[in-house]
């Protein structure tokens, strides 16, 4: 593997993408567009096997280098072991893409600690283990580039599916990326955060049918449910070397249900 001029994106470069496995997921939207782009791709999922099934369609597809890793992403030794392969394989980490999460529609009073234990171990802890543990390599290199997912739950207090347990999760991840960015931008690294509202994903309890959609575009301003392909859109711009003036950000993908 070769270094990395500070500040200056290298040709050959990797994109760590955490819950990228699922087919119609966001992630595998931002790795697709990633790989066109030329990156590398290390994709890192709980499934294993739609890791390394999403990596080989990838290098297939594009030709680009790939790898697909099992990770537990609430888990320090195995992002340890996740990372230190994609080290090894692949070349300089540049962006890292926190997307592994899970929803939890479980009304408050019902809510047990475990599921709420679970939630933010996910959506929270995750993002910190991972995030952790590749920015000495960003430091070292003096560039990098972030980016978590949100939710406009997070901003709304739900209201669209997932309930207290997701969106004080989803709105942690908001302040992890602000207090982060400060930390790190005099090393070149750029942390943001993305938002999205209701999504064509199958994170909302399954695949959409259209009465499903039709009710979750209510009070969208643009009448319907975002794709996986326009957010992975806007994340991939965050990553790229034209981003590097925007940090501690939180970028709204939401058709307009959130006006802020």
Do not use: C
């Not at 590398?40 to 080989?56: C, H, K, N, P, T």
């Not at 072991?81 to 899970?102: D, H, S, W």
């Not at 920015?135 to 972030?146: F, W």
Request: charge should be negative; glycine fraction near 12%.
């Amino acid at each position: 593997m070769t270094g990395t001029v500070a500040g200056v994106f290298p040709e050959r470069r990797t994109a760590v993408l955490t819950g990228a496995g699922s087919v119609r997921g966001i992630g595998r939207a931002t790795a697709e567009r990633l790989a066109a782009s030329g990156w590398s791709i290390a994709v890192l999922d709980l499934d294993g096997a739609a890791a390394e099934e999403a990596a080989r369609l990838l290098t297939e597809t594009h030709g680009i280098e790939a790898i697909g890793v099992r990770v537990d992403v609430a888990d320090e030794a195995s992002v340890d072991a996740a990372i230190t392969r994609v080290e090894g394989a692949l070349p300089p980490l540049v962006a890292l893409v926190n997307l592994a999460g899970v929803s939890s529609p479980t009304p408050f009073l019902e809510a047990t600690v475990a599921e709420w234990d679970r939630v933010h171990a996910v959506n929270l802890r995750g993002a910190f283990i991972v995030t952790q543990r590749v920015v000495p390599g960003m430091i070292e290199r003096r560039l990098g580039r972030i980016v978590s997912l949100s939710s406009v739950s997070a901003q709304r207090g739900g209201g669209s599916y997932s309930k207290v347990a997701y969106s004080s999760s989803k709105a942690a991840v908001l302040g992890f990326t602000r207090a982060l960015a400060r930390e790190v931008g005099e090393f070149g690294i750029t942390v943001n955060a993305v938002a999205p509202g209701p999504i064509d994903t199958d994170i909302m309890g399954g695949t959409l049918d259209e009465a499903r959609k039709q009710a979750l575009a209510q009070g969208i301003l643009v009448g319907r449910i975002g794709t996986p392909d326009e957010v992975g859109a806007l994340i991939a711009f965050l990553v790229g070397p034209d981003a590097g003036f925007i940090t501690a950000a939180t970028y709204d993908i939401n058709g307009g249900l959130q006006v802020s």
